[in-house]
């Protein structure tokens, strides 16, 4: 969770499993960058949003994620939420400042569930919106994401058969490296 505010080497001021944490949401990151399925959905965004539409196609995957039975039955969503916030409460005097600062608010509302609903990601597309420093308004994502969801929705499943298995692999060489 905090890997995006944690710049170069200062993830080796953090304890192991956290280091971890972080080198593995790199490793994700750059795959999901250099993806094609990634590619093709970052096409949609890129005219209005142009370096920002990797974001918003991070946003679109969290939804397709959140709503794919494969994966999450609302339920299970709801349970692995808890879990996640659970954890993170337990290292809350890790967390780096910026995301501490954002933590409640997420916590509270639940961001990660309502990845589900479409109003959560227009939420979240809002957010986006309003950490970047060139954005004045994500309507306009919302509604590119409305208008090609079945795109997206394909993209979104060939890239998530691709990187569960490589973050699952990623995972295991990281535990390797670090026992």
């Not at 939804?63 to 039975?69: G, N, P, Q, V, Y």
């Not at 337990?90 to 954002?102: E, R, S, Y």
């Not at 997206?152 to 390797?176: D, G, M, T, W, Y």
């Amino acid at each position: 969770m905090i890997s995006d505010y944690v710049k170069g080497k200062k993830k080796f001021d953090y304890p192991p499993d956290i280091q971890k944490g972080i080198m593995l949401h790199r490793a994700i990151d750059t795959f999901t960058d250099f993806h094609e399925a990634t590619k093709e959905a970052k096409k949609i965004f890129r005219s209005q949003y142009r370096l920002y539409s990797g974001a918003f196609v991070d946003v679109v995957y969290d939804h397709f994620l959140a709503t794919d039975e494969k994966y999450f039955t609302e339920e299970s969503l709801f349970d692995f939420s808890q879990d996640v916030y659970k954890k993170i409460d337990i290292h809350i005097d890790w967390l780096v400042d910026k995301f501490a600062f954002m933590y409640p608010y997420m916590k509270e509302q639940n961001w990660l569930y309502n990845y589900r609903t479409r109003w959560g990601i227009e939420k979240s597309m809002a957010g986006v919106a309003r950490r970047a420093v060139y954005i004045d308004d994500a309507k306009p994502a919302f509604e590119l994401f409305e208008q090609h969801y079945q795109l997206l929705q394909e993209c979104s499943r060939h890239f998530l058969a691709a990187v569960i298995p490589f973050a699952e692999n990623s995972l295991k060489e990281l535990q390797n490296q670090y026992t």
